[in-house]
């Protein structure tokens, strides 16, 4: 698999408060709709932080396209983080799991997003979401599987371990469509079920 699909390229956001706000500013929300309001944000601020962040107003953040929600999470990380109730630059220094516990603790920020922040800001090489569907599939196609469950799931944790952010990275292109040939064996009754729910989003 990996021969046939060659280099996988990912954007990294180094800055852990920046891809923490990056990362709120997605959720629930198309790619094209995300890049457009990052460019706003990042146009208006130049440096995106804490302080500058606890500058602007909920009502300011609404103006970049982002919902009332979404600010109140962005403000109160800012804000933790400015009166040292989070320590943002610790999370370099403690295990994946205490980084998820610590992560997913913050208003905004569930057990996926932090492992997806682990991944491409903290780039911590051993990230394997059980909660990723793409990750599912990506599983489902290689290896033939007609479901993942938690049991089949760490099965392969544990052959993956201790790279298991690079299979993530390739199991995603295929779920993607890297490699024409592959397709899904999940069962029909439930890819058409996905595909309804689809539609009445």
């Known amino acids: 698999m990996i021969d046939k699909i060659g280099m996988v390229k990912r954007r990294v956001i180094p800055d852990l408060f920046v891809a923490l706000v990056h990362s709120i500013v997605g959720q629930q929300i198309s790619t094209k709709a995300h890049e457009t309001i990052w460019k706003r944000i990042t146009a208006e601020?130049?440096?995106?932080?804490?302080?500058?962040?606890?500058?602007?107003?909920?009502?300011?953040?609404?103006?970049?396209g982002i919902t009332f929600r979404k600010a109140g999470y962005i403000q109160n990380v800012a804000r933790k983080i400015l009166d040292g109730e989070f320590d943002i630059e610790a999370l370099h220094d403690i295990e994946d799991e205490d980084v998820c516990r610590k992560l997913s603790g913050l208003d905004g920020i569930g057990v996926w997003s932090a492992e997806m922040l682990m991944l491409f800001s903290m780039q911590r090489p051993n990230i394997f979401s059980f909660g990723d569907l793409a990750i599912h599939r990506g599983?489902?196609?290689?290896?033939?599987h007609r479901k993942i469950d938690h049991t089949l799931f760490e099965k392969y944790r544990r052959r993956f371990s201790p790279y298991c952010s690079v299979a993530s990275l390739y199991l995603w292109a295929v779920a993607g469509g890297a490699i024409k040939e592959m397709k899904d064996y999940a069962p029909q009754k439930a890819k058409q079920t996905k595909r309804n729910m689809n539609k009445s989003r």
């Open 45 to 64: 601020l130049g440096e995106v932080s804490p302080s500058t962040i606890s500058k602007l107003s909920i009502e300011d953040l609404q103006g970049f």
């Open 139 to 144: 599983l489902r196609m290689v290896y033939h």
